[in-house]
């Protein structure tokens, strides 16, 4: 579970926030032959309301909305119920009380005691987050109808039948102070929760969605279950069932499920508080320990219902993308900057919008701060252009095709519109973005964008003080009239995403220059199509001392080619609608794309200009390095990062130079800033290519033209050639060695534990299965020892668990264990861990553990290969690896055959708790 508070990062925090540009969508949704047949003979009960493309709505006698989205192009079903009820809905003294009972509402209900246990039974991906206007709870799940029947069953019992009990709270109530605690370790995080709440006198939007301490502390249980029972009813609440699904089976079910419950003889209040209109600038300092700097400024804007919201989105994008707008080329290119962010807040009442950007040491805040204010006041003297407005449309259009494009994001997002005031406004938003003119957004900046309507300044005594309007409500009905449903398009096949259906459907082959590939056509919901590409290059001489450059290598080929510009190009992929993302290491590189089929051809020869002829410009390169030094710089106090990076640095058994060493981040920092562009551009140059055996693979899966990729493919790549010779890095097994460390993080309220070590196994070895049987079992999973020891049990953790990760080749994987908790609980979150991983190592795991295990861990696999882009991604190393999803088939065989017997003599045999290595970062002082 999470609060969907501010989660900042620091590169972007439109891209930390979950529902701001990202949530709208276009108006591409099918109408299903099953919903119509459905409607046609409803249960009793059940009332249609409207269709709206594609979306069918029906409400029941006690209020609760449903809304069916059918999807059948992946076999899989996402339930999503949201209620009304956020931190703004809190009262005084009640401030974290929905946040605190998202927590709760997992503990447990009458008919579903052990929430969490069944869960990870059903292979189910769950998570609950609470906002400033909803709280929602969401399942995703392979399609099958019993596990529909089962989540359905269970969110309407938890509605009215959850376990708000004192014995709950005591136990997860450290859990939500260790969230808490952790959300204080950011800097730029504290920062912006300042901001807001010192941008609203009166409105509970100042107040953190996770509440204020002394209220979590001494919230008592008769007034926590009372403010449940108040919003916790079906005509609170919208219930979305997205993806594959029986609409007439699942409306059946609804009815059966939620039906029963009686509609609350309560009358919710509307709220009404608003603050007046801002009459002078106002400033905020946090002081705390880091090494980054932040500045940002926020600015009172509309509702999300209002007419005038979308041209507050394309401000933010005007102003704050990344690298095309206003700020990012007046800081960030002139390097006063590390980076920008934007945020528009879309919410029910007058929300705002938040500009910011990131700073090494090294810069001057002063200076960077003038700057940022004077170009987002600078609307009247220089106006917006039509050329920014068709880059932010253009943007706006990419993303909400992204969203609109997956159907278990698209149920879950519907929340924000639901929240806003009506789930159509979803659809609203993107006319209104569509239809935006220059006049439009340069009259919601002028009038908005004021030194008098901003929060990052001192109040300055005024003759004549410059308001902008008062803050005011929207009418969503009326607003809802001017909206006209678009045309609905026609679903997907219902692809079966078997290992034996993805081999019968994939076809495989080599290219001229060796590249092996990999297609799976298939028919997706708009047209998508998602495609991985893996390089591989070097070896152990010829790599040496160039780890560095190498790293920079995949960062500099998405920043402009020679043909195009760093803004050129995302503006091109940004109008294909196409999302691109290039990493690599020392050894190699993956490239992976989503786009739609038509657009493919030319992503393509996109593809082919970044990777072969990119521009290696030497301001970007600055920029680069600065964006990179800046994030390393602040993880330097972070306790996650430092705890990881001691861990890897113990575990060193290769010389400096080796493309294997470990580095900290202190010589990583040293490494950045010796770094030569021309250094970067030789590695480039000697080590990119596709001339040697298996040294490219290629995977494609979605709606495309498998005979025009393949010629396009030999056209762009048929002669690209790597001067350097191949040979994969070994990497076999070394034992690790025990040793225990602790590293002080001042003034950091949350602290980080992990435990390392070494095992001669690989995932050919026969004792793999079981290993990774024993580890889902023991913190790889919801109903994990390691979860329900530190969370459930003792409520010392927010977050832990462990992971085996293992060698294709050798015979090693690397078996961790880690978590947060407060310093102050070192003792038993440490000995939680050594007791659980003792016990299991003495006495096994139950049958029901393993039974249960067995399903869940199998589940997971099926679901993870109806996700495409992970689809693509295993395709390709397959391909490497010179083998078919028969593998994982006969995985999950070996793993369904498993016996106590056996799960325990693996655990026995490898693991151990003073064979580790481990590490406690914190502020233990």
């Known amino acids: ?166 014995e709950d709270l005591k136990t997860e109530f450290s859990v939500v102070r260790n969230e808490m605690e952790k959300n204080e370790n950011s800097g730029v995080g504290m920062l912006m929760q300042r901001i807001i709440a010192s941008a609203h006198q009166w409105h509970n939007y100042g107040k953190d969605t996770i509440g204020a301490r002394t209220d979590v502390e001494n919230v008592n249980i008769p007034h926590l279950q009372a403010f449940w029972r108040r919003y916790y009813q079906p005509d609170n609440a919208t219930l979305i069932v997205a993806g594959a699904f029986d609409a007439k089976q699942a409306l059946q079910w609804i009815a059966t499920q939620f039906g029963k419950i009686p509609k609350p003889k309560r009358a919710l209040e509307t709220t009404y508080t608003l603050d007046p209109a801002q009459d002078g600038e106002r400033d905020v300092t946090v002081r705390r320990v880091g090494e980054s700097q932040a500045i940002a400024a926020l600015y009172h804007t509309v509702p999300a219902a209002h007419p005038d919201y979308a041209a507050t989105e394309a401000l933010a994008l005007i102003l704050g993308d990344t690298p095309n707008g206003r700020l990012y080329k007046a800081l960030v290119e002139t390097k006063k900057t590390s980076d920008v962010f934007p945020w528009a807040a879309n919410l029910e009442e007058p929300g705002f919008l938040l500009l910011g950007a990131n700073l090494r040491a090294e810069q001057n805040l002063p200076e960077a701060k003038k700057i940022l204010l004077d170009v987002i006041e600078s609307f009247d003297k220089s106006p917006v252009t039509e050329a920014e407005l068709t880059r932010a449309k253009a943007k706006l259009d990419s993303d909400l095709a992204q969203i609109f494009n997956d159907p278990e994001k698209f149920g879950v997002a519907l929340s924000e519109s639901i929240a806003s005031g009506d789930w159509r406004l979803f659809f609203l938003f993107r006319d209104r973005a569509r239809a935006l003119k220059v006049d439009d957004v340069q009259r919601v900046a002028t009038t908005w964008l004021k030194a008098s309507n901003r929060t990052s300044g001192s109040f300055i005594p005024t003759e004549k003080p410059d308001r902008v309007p008062a803050p005011a409500k929207v009418a969503v009905d009326e607003q809802i009239k001017q909206f006209k449903p678009g045309t609905a398009v026609a679903q997907a096949e219902n692809f079966i995403a078997s290992a034996d259906n993805i081999d019968k459907r994939t076809q495989t082959g080599t290219l001229g220059n060796g590249m092996k590939y990999a297609f799976l056509p298939k028919t997706t919901r708009g047209n998508t199509v998602v495609m991985s590409l893996r390089l591989n290059f070097g070896d152990e001489n010829n790599l040496k001392g160039k780890s560095g450059a190498a790293a920079l290598v995949p960062g500099m080929l998405s920043r402009g080619t020679e043909k195009l510009s760093h803004q050129q190009f995302t503006e091109e992929l940004d109008k294909l609608k196409t999302k691109l993302q290039i990493n690599g290491d020392a050894s190699s590189a993956t490239i ?38 800046t994030q390393l710089e602040e993880s330097r106090k972070d306790p996650q990062a430092v705890a990881i990076d001691a861990a890897r640095k113990a575990g060193n058994v290769y010389a400096s130079d080796d493309p294997r060493y470990n580095r900290s981040i202190d010589e990583k920092i040293a490494q950045l800033k010796a770094a030569r562009l021309s250094d970067v551009r030789a590695f480039w140059k000697e080590f990119y290519g596709a001339s040697q055996t298996n040294q490219v693979q290629l995977a494609v899966v979605g709606e495309f033209d498998a005979a025009r990729v393949k010629t396009d493919m030999q056209s762009a790549f048929g002669d690209w050639s790597a001067t350097q010779k191949f040979t994969r890095l070994p990497r076999p097994f070394h034992e690790t060695k025990a040793d225990e460390k602790q590293i002080i993080t001042p003034d950091k309220a949350n602290a980080f534990f992990m435990a390392n070590q070494q095992i001669p196994v690989g995932n050919k070895h026969p004792d793999y299965p079981a290993l990774v049987l024993a580890n889902y079992l023991f913190g790889g999973s919801a109903n994990s020892r390691i979860l329900n020891r530190i969370r459930q049990k ?70 993870e290969r109806s996700q495409d882009g992970m689809l693509a991604s295993n395709l390709a190393i397959n391909l490497y690896l010179g083998r078919n999803m028969q593998f994982q088939a006969e995985l999950e065989k070996k793993i369904q055959a498993l016996t106590l017997t056996q799960v325990k003599d693996v655990m026995a045999k490898y693991l151990g708790y003073e064979k580790t290595l481990r590490v406690f970062a914190g502020d233990f002082k």
Request: proline residues 3%; hydrophobic residues 40%; negative net charge.
């Open 1 to 166: 579970m999470k609060s969907s508070r501010l989660r900042l990062s620091h590169i972007s925090l439109s891209l930390a926030m979950a529902f701001t540009t990202l949530v709208h969508l276009p108006a591409a949704l099918a109408a299903d032959t099953a919903t119509a047949q459905a409607r046609a003979a409803l249960p009793a009960g059940v009332q249609f309301v409207r269709q709206v493309e594609g979306i069918d709505e029906y409400q029941l006698a006690n209020g609760l909305r449903i809304l069916l989205v059918p999807d059948a192009s992946k076999p899989t079903t996402t339930v999503n119920i949201t209620y009304k009820v956020g931190s703004r809905h809190e009262n005084y003294g009640e401030t974290g009380m929905a946040h605190l009972l998202e927590h709760l509402m997992f503990k447990g209900s009458k008919s579903h005691p052990r929430l969490w246990e069944e869960m990870s039974q059903r292979g189910v991906q769950f998570n609950g987050t609470t906002w400033l206007d909803r709280t929602n709870y969401y399942e995703t799940f392979a399609a099958k109808p019993e596990t529909l029947a089962w989540a359905l069953s269970m969110e309407a019992d938890r509605m009215v039948n959850s376990r708000i009990s004192g």
């Open 592 to 629: 992976d794309v989503e786009t739609v089929r038509d657009n493919l051809p030319r992503v393509i020869e996109l593809l082919s200009d970044a990777l072969r002829r990119p521009a290696f410009s030497e301001a970007e390169f600055t920029q680069l390095v600065n964006v990179q030094l």
């Open 794 to 863: 003792d409520g010392v953790s927010y977050g832990g668990g462990s992971s085996l990760v293992a060698s294709n080749f050798e015979d090693v994987s690397s078996f961790s264990m880690g978590a947060i908790y407060a310093p102050q609980n070192r003792v038993k979150l440490e000995t939680g861990m050594r007791e659980e991983l003792t016990r299991v190592i003495k006495e096994g795991f139950t049958t029901a553990e393993l039974e249960d295990g067995k399903k869940s861990l199998i589940q997971q696999y099926q679901l």
